[in-house]
């Protein structure tokens, strides 16, 4: 799986949109994209996936630049239940092997009121 | 849908223990698994099951058993509790192709501590 390089942690006001970066400049043309995240003491949720062109769904979009070196997670109004620890993971569809997701430091995310 | 759900929330053992960490999905997802999380650490698989009568190993298997005798659920069995088995346990399911198969739902968790 590609490497991944996510700042440490950011904040956002409240309402605003939160705007998370990730760079992953090894990407091959087969891995895809992923986001979750985990709010404090819960398990990891699953937001927004992506291979080569940007995606919305009801959680976030995902913007993915045209050379897929790097890639934006936008949470468009972001609210306090958004303060999380966020998570980019780039890797090959695994069709369910035995190599798990592989979270590593991740974002943590402040919203402030 | 509860979707994934886990229990017990929290349990303390003494070492030698065992027990068996329930995980139950309605979601008729063939892909389930199971990790657990260190403190300051990201997530180890330790098994997981790609169907019904299914399972192998993941990354760290040791003193632990799963089975999967239905698709809905997918207990954990620690053998002989140790203190390193102190952790986070989570299960998660999803569906299984290549792509969705890496969009899991994850349980709560459950919070083991091994005196």
């Known amino acids: 799986d590609a490497k991944t390089t996510q700042p440490t942690s950011m904040d956002c006001a409240e309402g605003r949109a939160a705007n998370l970066p990730c760079n992953h400049s090894?990407?091959?043309?087969?891995?895809?994209v992923y986001w979750y995240r985990q709010i404090h003491s819960q398990g990891p949720q699953y937001i927004i996936h992506g291979l080569k062109n940007n995606e919305t769904n009801e959680m976030a979009s995902l913007i993915i630049t045209e050379d897929r070196k790097s890639s934006t997670l936008i949470l468009p109004h972001a609210t306090l239940r958004d303060t999380a620890v966020y998570y980019c993971i780039v890797r090959v569809a695994s069709g369910g092997g035995a190599d798990g997701l592989t979270f590593g430091k991740g974002t943590h995310l402040i919203i402030q009121p | 849908n509860a979707g994934v759900t886990q229990t017990p929330k929290f349990q303390v053992l003494k070492t030698g223990q065992s027990m068996t960490l329930q995980c139950a999905q309605d979601m008729n997802h063939e892909y389930m698994s199971w990790y657990r999380q260190d403190p300051g650490m990201g997530l180890r698989l330790i098994h997981y099951s790609v169907g019904a009568g299914i399972t192998d190993q993941g990354e760290v298997p040791n003193g632990y058993n799963v089975s999967r005798s239905t698709t809905e659920d997918f207990p954990l069995r620690l053998l002989s509790a140790a203190p390193s088995q102190t952790s986070v346990y989570f299960c998660?399911?999803?569906?299984?192709?290549?792509?969705?198969?890496?969009?899991?739902?994850f349980g709560p968790g459950t919070r083991l501590t091994v005196l």
């Open positions: 090894t990407i091959s043309g087969n891995e895809y």
């Open positions: 998660a399911s999803s569906l299984r192709d290549s792509v969705s198969t890496d969009t899991q739902y």
